[in-house]
């Protein structure tokens, strides 16, 4: 009898999954998208908004992270439901953007970051990312701890409005003062819950630090990149991606260490047409590191 029950239950449940759309059951993750940070294209964007955007898209990428908001110009003279609206047309979304952050993190006064945030939500961002700080707010280890309260508060802001906030480095961060640094810092004193971090590849290796290590250091804490590569006769310099000299394929096997969500081309200066330069990066991601 048990044995006849077992059997119809059986039966019952296989009956049910057969109404399912098997596709559903066993579905592939959704592949990464290709992001570009527009600073990349600083020279460019703000002369023709709608254009570049166009062209971004042609070389094969998907998403954007922006930069250099403000409540007065918006997204270079276009406002964020205008940009928003720039974005759909050309198949591109938006899941990050760069922030000037230095206001509050000096005075606490939320009012811009208020107006950061609606912008984020209308463009359909996750991430405000505080790009860099001014010089005399990260002096000393004092400063550092300052700094890491202000993001934390940061973060209770975005975490309310339904986003994150994200900390991305440069090369600064890693410079000890007094022994310690100001990267050490933020990642003891901030709230996991709260605050991630964007790691840019090309400043970890600039510093003389080893990328992996810090993911494995700090697992789930890195949800996005920047890949920049590092130009091998100077590198002082960026080049296309999988042309310089940063292992990228041996750091893509650490990704679900990471924790990573979302990665940004980037790439501050060109040898050769910055378009063509964005289109070989794009290519080079999509054939060898997203496979």
């Not at 009956?15 to 940070?37: E, N, T, V």
């Not at 002369?47 to 070389?59: E, M, N, P």
């Not at 701890?145 to 508060?153: E, F, I, L, P, Q």
């Not at 900390?167 to 640094?181: A, I, L, P, Q, R």
Request: proline share 3%.
């Amino acid at each position: 009898m048990m044995q006849r029950r077992a059997f119809l239950k059986q039966a019952g449940l296989v009956s049910a999954l057969s109404l399912i759309d098997p596709r559903g059951l066993f579905a592939a993750p959704a592949p990464m998208k290709i992001g570009l940070q527009l600073y990349t294209l600083r020279e460019y964007i703000g002369k023709d908004v709608k254009g570049v955007l166009a062209k971004i898209a042609k070389a094969g990428y998907q998403e954007v992270e922006t930069y250099g908001y403000s409540k007065e110009k918006g997204f270079w003279g276009l406002s964020a439901q205008e940009f928003s609206a720039a974005l759909k047309a050309n198949g591109l979304t938006s899941s990050s953007g760069h922030y000037e952050m230095n206001g509050f993190v000096q005075d606490g006064n939320p009012e811009a970051l208020k107006t950061y945030i609606e912008a984020a939500k209308i463009c359909g961002q996750t991430y405000v990312v505080v790009p860099h700080l001014n010089d005399q707010l990260r002096a000393t280890p004092t400063d550092f701890k300052a700094v890491a309260d202000k993001v934390n508060k940061a973060g209770e802001l975005c975490k309310a409005a339904g986003l994150r906030v994200a900390y991305h480095n440069h090369d600064f961060e890693f410079k000890t003062v007094s022994g310690t640094s100001l990267y050490d810092v933020l990642l003891k004193e901030t709230d996991p819950a709260l605050v991630d971090f964007e790691l840019d590849l090309y400043w970890v290796v600039r510093a003389g630090l080893d990328p992996l290590k810090l993911m494995a250091a700090h697992p789930k804490r890195f949800t996005m990149w920047h890949v920049k590569d590092m130009d091998k006769a100077k590198p002082e310099l960026n080049t296309e991606v999988g042309a310089g000299s940063i292992d990228f394929k041996k750091i893509f096997q650490s990704a679900s260490t990471s924790g990573l969500k979302h990665i940004y081309m980037e790439q501050e200066n060109f040898a050769k047409d910055a378009f063509q330069s964005i289109t070989q990066s794009a290519a080079y991601i999509k054939k060898s590191l997203l496979v």
